[in-house]
């Protein structure tokens, strides 16, 4: 390397990192600052409002052991990782091949149609299916009276035992066409002459889909997987709390709604925070684990 | 010339920016003392408090009222609060979802309003004191702590109790019953009717009904033992004979209760009592307007009764819901503060408040009504009836100890059979044993 090839490095270092700056600050104080802030507070007992903050160390977390209504809702949240993570990642692998393998004729309207309720704000979705469920006159309720199949009716936001998989129904709704455009978008880019080869060695089109689609998008799905992890959290907490309110008493609480009411409603805002620590942990352990057990080999085409 | 513009655009956002920081600090020009009121925006509008602080205004050219009224005040006040900025006079009652009120209560960070109980009202003669109805203040709603100290002032009150229609009541042949038994016999004929006895919009609407049933049960002494986490209350024979009439009517429940009984569909609940689904349900005298637009039975009326007697003759108590208004022990203004809250129990301040059915518990008032709210207000006329105030006293914070939630919620768990009678009482003993600690 020259000199002057040098210098010019060290001219472009200082540029660099004068346009990096601004992002770096704001970063530091709008991500790093609240985050580190978030432990601290889990160690102390303080209301939110008043100057006195008292250091209670590791009590917070000890005492969320004994909380019923926490153990229940950590239940829940991973009942609906599990439950929206499999059924979504299911329907939207399969929907995606029928879409881009099979030549469907208004295949863009069905696109559009799936993928219509992932721009809706979850309230508007709340409001929906708040209808779709309504006990009397619901859609659901409506069209199995309809069909004579009254036994099946159910109180879908009023029954304890069904009331989660309510949410993660309008879960599921949400965002598997968003889902289902990822992964057509990546199996759209697998090239035809594979399939083609395939077909002329007699291979069907499920063996198709094992054989060739399934491990080519592998890096795709891994991604998506750290996706549902974020959703199943964040998600399930604006719906939940748009919709249920957690109720009825506390059957659809999530990790986040009750960390809002610990934090808010009931003054525990050291003890909330704690709660964030929990999620904060979780999400990055499940993310971990998902991600090293379905680590493989990348096969390219 | 082009990158001129550009560089003149971002000069001007710059500064924009700049000012749009530095705004918030309204500094002191020309002697003014600006007042910072901060209100709730409930079911009675805003236009009422802008005409009260222009008519205070008037009076007092020195002073410059700001107001910052929001229907959900807490989002837009609290940040600010706790970057120390605090405004001088808040009207917001407690028991809202983000209990700000009750916070600063359990913080403490409330200006003692005691000495302005003596304070004359600006303009008339009396006192503060001697114009409200007795028995407003001096409960754990105006002294959360129980002792001798007013923190909030009672602004407006109303009754809560049981709505029903009274038109079918009237068509039906039905009586408002009077005590219990009476409740219990008119759901078993509504039944063979088809009709259900009780519904509830959401669970925390229970709050009226299980106040007023403590305290008909074992007396006043006995619901301030409750409300103050008095050790074993929840064991104790009363405390049982609540939940066994509580568990008893909720078998009555309408079977939509619980599937409506959340944020999305509560008024459907609502709903139940204006098309004639369900007898009686829960509810303050904000009904009347919450729901004046939504379709309803031919010959429809509102009726409120208090709870029913646990025996015949006994006495009765209807819960009183009260809005507060407070200042912050932090705010700027104190002593100008206090002289617009004195003004607003004056007598031209509480006819503008009236005119929006905002009631104050100001004595005599409730002869000046008209229409639905002078029926409601009667309540109070009948002499084995009391008005009853308060909720459950403020302590430190507990972490996962919602005693609301436990008594209320429970309901909804209740009536699906989720849950015992037993577990609830046992459920509820332990939280108030662990708030009774934390209060102590």
């Known amino acids: 390397m020259t000199a002057a090839a040098k210098r010019r490095k060290r001219g472009n270092g200082g540029f660099v990192l004068a346009c990096l700056a601004p992002a770096l600050v704001l970063f530091a104080v709008f991500m790093i600052v609240p985050t580190v802030n978030v432990f601290r507070m889990s160690l102390y007992t303080w209301s939110g409002f008043s100057p006195d903050m008292r250091f209670v160390g590791l009590d917070n977390f000890r005492r969320l052991l004994d909380d019923d209504q926490f153990v229940r809702a950590f239940q829940n949240t991973v009942a609906l990782l599990v439950v929206v993570t499999v059924v979504t990642m299911g329907m939207g692998l399969f929907l995606a091949a029928i879409m881009t393998r099979q030549k469907l004729s208004g295949r863009n309207l069905y696109r559009f149609v799936l993928y219509v309720p992932n721009v809706l704000s979850v309230v508007v979705i709340a409001a929906i299916f708040s209808a779709v469920y309504d006990q009397e006159n619901g859609l659901l309720n409506g069209a199995l009276r309809v069909l004579s199949l009254d036994g099946l009716q159910q109180v879908w936001l009023g029954d304890q035992r069904i009331v989660l998989y309510s949410v993660a129904i309008a879960m599921v709704w949400q965002s598997l066409g968003y889902y289902m455009v990822l992964y057509m978008s990546s199996m759209s880019s697998i090239p035809e002459e594979l399939y083609e080869a395939s077909s002329l060695d007699g291979a069907s089109a499920g063996k198709q889909f094992f054989s060739i689609t399934l491990p080519l998008i592998w890096q795709h799905l891994r991604t998506t997987l750290t996706f549902f992890v974020m959703s199943a959290v964040n998600l399930s907490f604006v719906l939940v709390r748009a919709m249920t309110g957690g109720g009825p008493d506390g059957a659809s609480e999530v990790l986040l709604s009750y960390m809002y009411k610990q934090a808010y409603t009931n003054s525990s805002y050291g003890y909330g925070m704690a709660i964030g620590v929990v999620i904060f942990a979780f999400s990055f352990l499940v993310s971990l684990l998902v991600s090293r057990a379905t680590k493989r080999e990348p096969l390219q085409f | ?440």
């Open chain 2, 1 to 440: 010339m082009r990158r001129r513009l550009v560089l003149v655009g971002a000069a001007v956002t710059a500064l924009g920016l700049v000012a749009g920081c530095s705004g918030g600090g309204g500094g002191p020009d020309s002697g003014k003392t600006t007042l910072k009121v901060a209100a709730l925006e409930g079911g009675y509008g805003r236009d009422m408090y802008t005409q009260v602080i222009d008519a205070y205004k008037a009076k007092n050219p020195g002073v410059d009222v700001q107001l910052q009224i929001s229907k959900s005040i807490e989002d837009e006040i609290s940040p600010n609060m706790k970057a120390g900025k605090f405004p001088d006079v808040v009207v917001l009652g407690q028991g809202r979802k983000a209990a700000l009120t009750e916070t600063l209560v359990k913080d403490k960070a409330l200006e003692n309003l005691t000495p302005l109980l003596s304070t004359k009202v600006p303009g008339e003669e009396k006192t503060v004191g001697d114009k409200l109805t007795e028995g407003i203040v001096g409960n754990l709603n105006t002294n959360p702590y129980g002792g001798g100290d007013t923190y909030l002032m009672p602004m407006y009150y109303s009754p809560t109790g049981l709505f029903y229609n009274k038109g079918l009541f009237a068509s039906k042949g039905f009586k408002v019953p009077a005590t219990w038994d009476e409740m219990f016999a008119l759901g078993e004929q509504a039944k063979a009717q088809g009709l259900p006895l009780f519904t509830y919009p959401t669970a925390g609407y229970l709050d009226s009904y299980f106040f007023a049933l403590l305290a008909d049960v074992g007396g006043e002494q006995f619901y301030t033992d409750v409300m103050t986490y008095k050790q074993g209350v929840w064991q104790t024979p009363q405390a049982k004979q609540v939940l066994d009439i509580t568990t008893k009517l909720l078998g009555y429940a309408a079977p939509t209760t619980v599937g409506y009984a959340n944020e999305q569909d509560f008024t459907k609940n609502q709903q139940s009592i204006l098309e004639n689904k369900a007898l009686f349900m829960p509810n303050g005298t904000w009904i009347v307007g919450e729901m004046k637009d939504a379709p309803r039975a031919a010959g429809f009326q509102w009726g409120l009764t208090p709870l029913p007697a646990v025996t015949a003759g006994g006495k009765r108590y209807i819960t009183t819901s009260v809005e507060s208004v407070w200042i912050p022990s932090s705010a700027g203004h104190k002593d100008a503060a206090k002289d617009f809250i004195a003004y607003l129990y004056s007598d031209e301040a509480a006819a503008i408040f009236a005119k929006s059915n905002a009631i104050q518990p100001i004595a005599g008032i409730a002869a000046k009504l008209t229409g639905e709210n002078a029926d409601f207000y009667k309540v109070y006329e009948d002499p084995a009836v009391s008005a009853l105030v308060g909720g459950f006293a403020s302590t430190a914070p507990v972490e996962g100890v919602d005693i609301k939630g436990t008594l209320f919620d429970t309901a909804n768990s209740v009536i699906s059979g989720d849950k015992t009678e037993a577990q609830w009482q046992t459920a509820l003993d332990e939280a108030s044993e662990k708030l009774r600690q934390a209060g102590n």
